[in-house]
């Protein structure tokens, strides 16, 4: 028994590219139009809107032909480069719209082939022909999904010959023109049935030109994409350029048509009918085979961005099944469903032009990538194809300005729609496996960012809190997470950073995944941090040589952030490590949680200011940026103190009072007189109800066993506590606040 191959079957420049886009852009309108805008603006103009249009698409040819040479193309065609080049979500804005208006194309070419047949028999206008024309119309559909789903390589080959009448048609019009009466070209503007103007008539024509990536929806079946998309674009779009030249000159100098007959919007195909010889009897096949061609087309290049919108998993996964043969055989069924409910929305001449512009979009998208790809200068960007970045903008604006002259409703339609998929496909928080321009948009960003601010000396007044969080799980230290982030208030930048060790063998392989993985679990929880994982020698020494040379240009770390260990002897090191950072200016801070933020309104912040080591001017300002955040900003900062006597106790009140007065920090003020010498007793008796709880922290202190058992009995007590220790604001509070604490 003969083994069955099940290979699909891949195609060639020619058969997969040049021929889909040349039969797709040498298609109804051009039989439909041509006589009219000749007639209406005369050969020299039509020729100036011929070089114009054919411009647009050739710039977006070579555009297209540029992000082809630099990656190999996957199924999709066009999709597939935008999301490659600009991210999964800029091309999922652009990809869903345009599976959309190529399953819409079907319908409007199935319609038109229907109407095109059905005018030859006058007598089906007794007989319901609104019921006849959608009957016929569901008929092509279900034709050309069938054929398309079956084989691809059957719909393919069976434009050879369609392209072969569309050729004879052509010819036969130059031969019938030829052999007639001639005479010098009509060259003026009359304008007779085109009361709107030049660009009016521009709008009308300009669907001749598109249809050029109808080769480029086939990527996936191409045998070299990189080779053929090029090659077969760039020919389709040229050699249509100049047949598009031809035909207006021949319409031109005819002597068999009258301006009234050329000018004649109902005139159709019949002008092409009375100068083409064997008239009817060739350009009708033509017409027909031409728009089944692009019916074709549209058919085969839906399902390939639907089942690449599939892969990506913007689309249920089902829809990227292949049959035996290779076709997305589920996509193209559905495609053929859509394209069939279409038939019965009614008005499609209005909608065809949303389609229009919502296709024109694609130009966009694809001229801004290879615009975008040429100005980040990435080094994997080397196409074999180079188009200069303001070629491709040029071509974007141009295309945005042919969408305005067709439908300036339908261009804000089209524009807001992709918007909105736009914002919904990033509030999904997709995961993506490439790299994209975009990265290297922020990478451009960044840098020049980092340069500007390496060369300004950086002033009190923007200080900003960069915080270095060091975490062993992530997951168990979320709250610490989360307080954190409340402090950089969006002005701030906090890094997470998790250490391992050169014995930690298995974590040193995947170092980049758990840096990744951290993110996602961030993403889940809602909150944004730099991840990061750094090799040292030794833990304790390790975090000491990460967090003292931290940061770069302008956004050095200012601010070093530890959970309290649970073990004894972690706390230990815990405060040697402190003692060793204070000496490189770092602010410090360690913090325990015994309970999660409390979700009540109104929110208590204790902060407990001995006056020493400047620690209560950290702690105030450290109050202050967790009260502009939304759930706290009704927050009662209390600042408590002790004092030794009632005379000294009324000094610090005036002091503290005066102080916050000129910082415009609103706070309640309690100043104790000290009772006993038990003064962590105090403090954890007045502040056990607080939600959050700011003390000091001492430095250059040895006796660590003994500092720890404080701190441990005050960790205990309260729900929420962060040892503050101020090692480098003595120039920046006085700044912020117009005054100190002192």
């Known amino acids: ?11 060639g420049t020619f058969l997969g590219v040049y021929t889909p886009s040349i039969l797709t ?17 005369g050969l020299i103009k039509t020729i100036f809107i011929v070089i114009m249009a054919s411009s647009i698409t050739f710039i977006t040819g070579l555009s297209a032909s540029a992000i082809a040479t630099n990656i190999k193309v996957g199924v999709g065609g066009e999709y597939y480069m935008i999301s490659r080049s600009l991210g999964l979500e800029p091309g999922g804005a652009i990809g869903i719209p345009l599976y959309l208006c190529r399953t819409l194309s079907v319908t ?101 030109v598109t249809g050029f990536t109808a080769g480029v929806g086939l990527s996936g079946d191409l045998k070299d994409p990189q080779k053929s998309i090029p090659k077969g674009t760039l020919a389709a779009v040229v050699s249509g350029a100049v047949i598009y030249l031809i035909i207006p000159l021949l319409l031109a100098i ?11 919007p109902n005139a159709g195909v019949t002008i092409w009918t009375r100068l083409a010889i064997f008239g009817p009897w060739i350009v009708y096949p033509a017409v027909w085979g031409a728009v089944l061609s692009s019916a074709f087309g549209s058919i085969l290049g839906g399902p390939r961005i639907l089942q690449a919108l599939s892969m990506d998993g913007l689309m249920p996964k089902f829809l990227s099944k292949l049959s035996k043969s290779g076709q997305p055989t589920i996509a193209t069924w559905i495609s053929g469903f859509l394209a069939i409910a279409a038939v019965f929305l009614g008005g499609l001449n209005t909608i065809a032009q949303y389609v229009s512009v919502l296709f024109l979009t694609l130009y966009v998208a694809v001229n801004v990538s290879a615009a975008v790809e040429q100005l980040i200068k990435e080094p994997s960007y080397r196409p074999k194809i180079q188009v200069p970045w303001f070629v491709s903008i040029l071509g974007a604006i141009a295309a945005m300005v042919v969408m305005w002259l067709i439908n300036p409703w339908a261009f804000v339609f089209a524009l807001g729609l992709e918007a909105l998929i736009l914002i919904y496909l990033f509030s999904k928080k997709l995961e993506q496996q490439w790299g994209d321009a975009s990265t290297g948009i922020w990478m451009h960003m960044g840098r020049y960012a980092l340069l500007r601010l390496n060369s300004k000396n950086i002033h009190p007044r923007n200080w900003r809190p960069i915080i270095l969080l060091f975490v062993h799980e992530l997951k168990a230290q979320l709250p610490l997470i989360q307080l954190m982030e409340m402090l950089g208030q969006n002005s701030g930048l906090l890094t997470i950073s998790k250490l391992i060790t050169f014995e930690d063998k298995q974590e040193l392989k995947m170092r980049k995944d758990i840096a990744f993985k951290m993110q996602k679990e961030l993403a889940k929880e809602g909150l944004q941090a730099l991840t990061e994982v750094n090799v040292v020698n030794d833990l304790k020494h390790g975090i000491y040589q990460v967090a003292a040379s931290h940061g770069i240009a302008g956004i050095k770390t200012n601010t070093v952030v530890f959970g309290w260990s649970s073990t004894m002897e972690g706390k230990i090191q815990e405060l040697q490590i402190v003692n060793n950072l204070a000496a490189s200016g770092k602010n410090i801070l360690i913090a325990n949680f015994n309970a999660p933020f409390n979700d009540r309104p109104n929110k208590r912040i204790d902060i407990w200011w001995r006056g020493e080591d400047r620690n209560g001017d950290l702690m105030l300002l450290l109050s202050y940026l967790m009260c502009l955040n939304r759930k706290w900003k009704k927050a009662v900062i209390s600042i408590f103190s002790i004092a030794a006597s009632e005379k000294e106790k009324l000094t610090l009140e005036r002091h503290i009072e005066y102080s916050i007065n000129e910082a415009r920090i ?36 040895d006796a660590f066993e003994k500092r720890t058992q404080t701190m441990e009995r005050i960790a205990k007590s309260l729900k929420v506590v962060v040892f503050t220790q101020n090692n480098g604001m003595e120039n920046v509070i006085p700044v912020i606040f117009s005054s100190t604490i002192e």
């Open 666 to 701: 609103d706070a309640e003020i309690h100043v104790l007189i000290k009772d006993s010498e038990d003064i962590v007793g105090m403090l954890i008796k007045k502040s056990q109800t607080a939600d959050i709880v700011f003390c000091g922290l001492a430095r250059n202190n």
């Open 1 to 11: 028994m003969a083994k069955t191959n099940s290979k699909p079957h891949k195609f």
């Open 108 to 208: 409007f070419y199935c319609y038109g082939l229907s109407e095109a047949i059905l005018v030859l028999w006058p007598e089906h206008q007794s007989l319901l022909p609104s019921f006849a024309l959608q009957g016929l119309t569901i008929i092509f559909i279900v034709l050309v999904t069938t054929l398309s789903g079956k084989s691809a390589k059957l719909v393919l080959k069976s434009q050879i010959p369609i392209m072969i009448i569309v050729g004879a048609s052509i010819l036969a019009l130059i031969i019938g023109v030829l052999s007639q009466d001639i005479h010098a070209p009509i060259t003026k503007a009359t304008y007779q049935t085109a009361p709107e103007g030049f660009w009016y008539v521009f709008a009308v024509f300009f669907p001749a």
């Open 25 to 41: 852009i040498l298609g109804l309108v051009m039989y439909l139009r041509f006589g009219w805008v000749v007639g209406n603006v």
């Open 254 to 264: 005819t002597g068999a048509l009258t301006l009234e007959q050329m000018t004649d």
